[in-house]
């Protein structure tokens, strides 16, 4: 795998929305992939491709069904529409958030939007005074280098035990530094105080990379 290029989203925006009439926020990140639709829609949806470059995955993958990836979210799936549209639940816990995926050709490749929207509630509200937008676009970056380390390759599966290594590795965590701080400058540009938004983004930095 070939780590020398690694990117997270190409661009970050956060921005406050309404989820069945309560406030919420909304982190997204973009990214274009060097492949076409049908094979990143592929990838992204295929369960047998998905523990490639993600998460095992289970359930019951369509309209109305629910899935489950391996130690981590739960949720049910809202809308699919081939090879464009993906909306889905995202619980983690007793937290419930939603992820929405859009694909378009972009050139050569195709674009990849995702939203994640999270209530301004009482748990939520105590999470992002502490990290902001970070805490979940710095996850999502990881997910999209992920993808892109899969793609590359021409659908390998990832070597975990390489990636964590790279992770550890001052490249890894400078790479985790460089997200956390793109994520904190789309707070500020949403809004944030610099101050209040780069301190988030350290506290956030300093929570994937242990220092």
């Not at 509630?121 to 992920?146: I, M, N, Q, R, Y």
């Not at 390489?162 to 793109?182: H, L, P, V």
Request: aromatic share 10%; glycine share 12%.
């Amino acid at each position: 795998m070939n780590y020398s290029n690694a990117l997270g989203a190409e661009f970050r925006e956060v921005r406050e929305t309404a989820r069945n009439g309560e406030p919420a926020r909304v982190v997204q990140g973009t990214r274009t992939y060097a492949t076409d639709v049908e094979d990143l829609w592929d990838a992204l949806t295929n369960p047998s491709r998905i523990p490639r470059w993600f998460l095992p995955v289970e359930g019951d993958l369509k309209p109305g069904g629910r899935f489950q990836l391996e130690g981590n979210a739960a949720g049910e799936i809202l809308q699919c529409d081939p090879p464009e549209t993906l909306d889905v639940t995202w619980e983690y816990g007793e937290h419930l958030s939603w992820v929405t995926v859009r694909l378009e050709p972009d050139g050569n490749g195709t674009r990849l939007t995702l939203e994640h929207i999270t209530l301004k509630d009482e748990e939520a509200e105590a999470h992002w005074k502490k990290f902001g937008p970070g805490a979940t676009g710095v996850g999502w970056d990881l997910s999209f280098f992920g993808l892109a380390l899969h793609l590359d390759s021409g659908g390998d599966t990832i070597d975990q035990e390489a990636n964590e290594a790279w992770m550890a590795s001052e490249s890894g965590k400078n790479f985790i530094r460089g997200c956390a701080e793109a994520w904190g400058e789309a707070h500020i540009a949403s809004g944030e105080a610099p101050e209040i938004a780069r301190s988030m983004a350290q506290q956030t930095a300093g929570f994937y990379t242990g220092a």
